[in-house]
């Protein structure tokens, strides 16, 4: 009780400081693909308030100076709108990061961990495995770039007459071209060549540091967590997540001397085996010297990489600064070490065939496969001592995405070396080529497409008997109007295919699966074999030779062709912005979360945007005492959560967030341990208000399906799309299917926004005492007997309309909507005028009783004053309806009969 005195003494003084201001502020936070301020607020003028170029706040002209004239803005929210998409699609030289799209999938990875209590030791051994499947990633990477210009360049190409002499370039390498030159021994020709993965190395090494001092840099408020502050709602609350400078940095100096062991290695090597055989004794005993002292700097590099993660609990300003000085630095010197070596005079050494160490990528292939499954056990530990339904794939997203992960660098990696080849070969035949596993690889990409496209086939026909069913609900839920069969078909067919979004944890655990599958058979087949498919099958039936054949050749024609694609569409997007706003969308999505498992992935946006809103929330309500209306479309809405979980819950407590096509409730699914309803739950009870709008036809946003026992709904009932289904006096026109966008357009919209700042109003009547008379009942059929406000409304303001008919499609029992995704008796006795009078403020009573914020009908929030367990005394309120949702938790308001699940 002390503590909610406390509350509401803090929502007095607030509100005594709103009223002094009377201005209200709406920060407006776009999704993905990016946008113009100017379209966000719907006004050519804007003017910049705050930021830079890459990452800015905006208002209109005319209210630039709200602050100032507050009078002039009393009544009327002052829009502001957070414009970030420079932040993923700005840079023309962003379009190279579609060649880091392995690392970000990685990346993805380490957030995916199923929630759980405990098991400490369990949670840093499934971090210490992704960071190692990361480390593979770029061990793979400098391995193909070194293939490429060591093995098929400087040793077979130059080493060929023939090859040598179609490409004059190379001529200077060749021992015939240039008559036996000085870079002609095999030796040199690779020191000079190890040139290309080093540079590549340090290009990366280069990009990540750069982004590093832009990204991770920017600190966030400074904060101590207050002592009823709870430390389990959520990780994305705690003072350091959007701080990891000190492990990006060690992350960074560990590849980076990983990836010159990596070269170090294949030069040496290559030298140390001819020594072994052939070379004089001194050669040999500093081959092994240097072979030793590169298994000693990898074993220092997988150290690093494992003996220390994420620090989170606070704003860690430590940067090792010896280690991320020292390692690379001490790795380069290795690979200079090791040119030397392999540049010494060797007369007698001659290139043929493949480059010794070819075996290499087998056993990235092997380690890669061992870890996933590893990581598979894992997750099905941390997944079975916290179960929970809504997890995607039962808590083995993680292992599928990395499987993936793993596959799309093979794919990228083999795609290089097979077009290199093709092209320095061209049809001569006159090289051995890359490594046999390469083409084993390749040639498992047709089957792996022949699975997926009777996975699409399936989805297809699954599809087309969903819009069957829609098409009886679309002419349910537009009763009396003249039926037109064209439009019922396209709003059909957009509620299906906006279905499709929750079968993706389907189509990739098939896709992982069957990709693991695949590798295991190609590196058995290669380790086996030592041949290709093709070569493999020689003497075997005509039909098994055709398929190796087939496989074979149409794998590596689109291993190449899914190459070159790449690189055009990385050109076009360098030179066309609205590509690179296309790209840009990818990552959007992938590139949210900080870099905890690989240095190299594309930098985190949010780590500047969340410190921006954080520090635009906190400054504003400091300066007005509240007022505030956090709204967030899609990506935006992700944006704004965890900006909200950063604030202090002093000030956490002043601000309402409104989000609409928000993916949330699938952020959740995918990532468990940070979006899960417990975590949605507690940041629905920690800021004043929550309200969620969404479409049937929308693919991305949906639902937020918070569990009853949090109170009064946070969904509002499914929003009507299109707003008219036939030509009416609003809409003379027809009315757009709207899916994804412009949810500004829906009256539902406003409508939500002002009980939101009404909400915020200070001078609200007090709490009703627990005799107060009851509220008009509910008529059948949904209704409002009157014109005041429904019953059951989780905002019972003035600002609602006469019935409170909501705009949504109103599949709710009866028919009508509740006006707010209220029902009938949910016992929720809102915050503005009722009958009987209305809460104020939103402080819970301890115990679980909600003052103010609506609680359902005998879930322990009675309204004001109500007894625990009971219903609202004196409601006169219906008992609350089942939902007609299936598999919806009890309580759950009903989310349309055609609802998507979160199955």
């Known amino acids: 009780m002390e503590r909610a005195r406390e509350h509401e003494g803090e929502r007095n003084e607030a509100g005594e400081r709103s009223a002094e201001a009377g201005t209200a502020l709406e920060l407006l936070i776009h999704g993905v693909g990016g946008t113009t301020p100017e379209e966000m607020l719907g006004d050519p003028r804007t003017v910049r308030i705050t930021g830079d170029d890459t990452a800015a706040v905006y208002r209109r002209a005319s209210d630039a100076d709200a602050e100032r004239l507050p009078d002039d803005h009393r009544g009327r929210p002052v829009p502001e709108a957070y414009v970030w998409c420079n ?60 293939e490429v210009a060591l093995d ?24 015939v071209v240039s008559d036996r030159g000085w870079w002609s021994q095999p030796g040199r020709r690779l020191a000079l060549a190890s040139l290309v993965p080093t540079a590549l190395t340090g290009l990366l090494w280069y990009l990540s540091h750069r982004t590093w001092s832009a990204y991770e840099s920017q600190q966030p408020m400074s904060r101590r967590p207050e002592p009823d502050e709870p430390s389990h709602r959520t990780a994305l609350g705690r003072p350091g997540f959007w701080y990891g400078r000190r492990l990006v940095a060690r992350l960074r100096a ?30 040999e005993a500093l081959g092994w010297l240097l072979g030793t002292t590169l298994l000693g700097g990898a074993a220092v590099v997988a150290w690093v990489v494992c003996s220390r993660g994420r620090t989170e609990n606070r704003l860690d300003k430590e940067l090792d600064r010896t280690l991320v000085r020292w390692l690379p630095t001490g790795a380069l010197a290795l690979l200079v070490v090791a040119m030397v070596y392999a540049g010494w005079s060797r007369p007698g050494w ?58 799309l660098g093979g794919v990228m990696s083999g795609g290089v070396a097979q077009r290199v080849a093709d092209w320095l070969d061209g049809t001569g035949h006159t090289m051995t080529g890359p490594p046999v596993l390469l083409t084993w690889q390749a040639s498992a990409i047709p089957p792996l497409l022949l699975v997926l496209l009777v996975l699409v086939g399936w989805l297809s026909w699954r599809t087309w008997l969903l819009r069957r069913a829609e098409t009886a609900l679309v002419e349910l839920d537009h009763p009396g109007e003249p039926t037109d069969t064209a439009r019922t078909l396209r709003i059909a067919s957009t509620r299906a295919m906006a279905t499709l979004t929750d079968r993706t944890p389907l189509v990739v655990g098939i896709t992982s ?146 989000t609409y096509g928000s993916p949330l409730e699938r952020y959740g699914r995918w990532f468990p341990a940070y979006f899960g309803p417990a975590a949605l739950s507690s940041l629905h009870r920690e800021v004043d208000c929550w309200r969620n709008l969404y479409r ?19 969904d509002r009932a499914p929003l009507k799309d299109p707003l008219a289904y036939g030509r009416t006096k609003e809409h003379p026109l027809p009315a757009p299917i709207l899916g994804h966008g412009d949810y500004q357009a829906d009256p539902a919209f406003a409508e939500e926004r002002a ?149």
């Open 696 to 714: 049937l036809t929308d693919p991305i946003g949906g639902s937020i399906r918070l569990p009853g026992e949090c109170g009064p709904q946070v």
């Open 513 to 658: 699966a069957v990709t693991l599958l695949l590798g295991a058979v190609a590196l058995a087949g290669a380790i086996v074999s030592k041949d290709t498919p093709y070569g493999a099958t020689r003497g075997a039936q005509p039909f098994v030779q055709g398929v190796a054949e087939t496989a074979q050749a149409l794998g590596s024609w689109l291993i190449g062709f899914g190459f070159l694609l790449l690189v055009t569409l990385g050109r076009r997007a360098y030179k066309d912005a609205a590509a690179r706003r296309t790209i840009g969308i990818l990552w959007d999505v992938g590139t949210f979360w900080p870099r905890a498992a690989h240095p190299f992935a594309p930098p985190c946006y949010a780590e500047r945007a969340v410190p921006d809103l954080t520090w635009r929330m906190a400054t504003w309500t400091r300066a007005t005492g509240g007022r505030l209306v956090l709204s967030g479309h899609s990506q935006g809405s992700v944006l704004a959560a965890a900006a909200a979980w950063q604030l202090e819950p002093s000030v956490r407590r002043r601000v309402a967030v409104l």
């Open 755 to 903: 009980r939101l700042l009404a909400r915020l109003r200070s001078g609200l009547p007090g709490p009703r005492p627990a005799n107060a008379s009851s509220r008009p009942r509910r008529e059948p059929g949904g209704a409002s007997s009157g014109s005041g406000p429904e019953p059951g409304d989780a905002f019972s303001e003035s600002v609602m309309e006469p019935g409170g008919a909501s705009s949504g499609s109103g599949r709710e029992p009866g028919g009508a909507s509740s006006g707010v995704g209220g029902e009938a008796g949910d016992g929720s006795s809102g915050s503005g005028v009722g009958s009987g009078g209305a809460s104020s403020g939103s402080g819970r009573e301890p115990g679980g009783a909600s003052s103010g914020v609506g609680g359902e009908a005998g879930d322990g929030s009675s309204g004001s004053g109500a007894e625990p367990g009971g219903a609202s005394p004196g409601s006169g309120a219906e008992p609350r309806g089942a939902s007609s949702e299936p598999g919806a938790e009890p309580g759950d308001a009903a989310q349309g009969s055609s609802g998507r699940s979160s199955g």
């Open 87 to 146: 932040l993923t699609s700005g840079n023309a030289a962003r379009a190279l990061w579609l060649l880091l799209l392995p690392f970000m999938v990685a990346n993805l990875v380490h957030w995916m961990r199923p929630t759980t209590t405990g098991r400490q030791r369990t949670v840093r051994l499934y971090g210490v495995i992704v960071r190692l499947i990361g480390l593979t990633l770029t061990v793979l990477l400098v391995a193909a770039a070194c």
């Open 350 to 407: 001659r290139s043929a065939g493949r480059l010794p160490g070819d075996t290499t990528f087998g056993a990235l292939t092997l380690a890669q496969g061992l870890l996933v499954i590893a990581l598979g056990v894992v997750a099905h530990v941390l997944y079975r001592a916290h179960p929970d339904t809504r997890t995607a794939m039962r808590g083995l997203a993680g292992p599928a995405v990395a499987m993936l992960a793993c596959a």
């Open 254 to 283: 560990a590849h980076t001397a990983a990836g010159f062991l990596t070269v170090a290695a294949a030069l040496g090597g290559s030298a140390a085996h001819y020594d072994r055989r052939h070379g004089s004794v001194e050669l």
């Open 152 to 175: 098929l360049g400087a040793w077979q190409c130059a080493g060929t007459r023939a090859c040598a002499g179609r490409h004059s370039w190379l001529g200077f390498l060749s021992p």
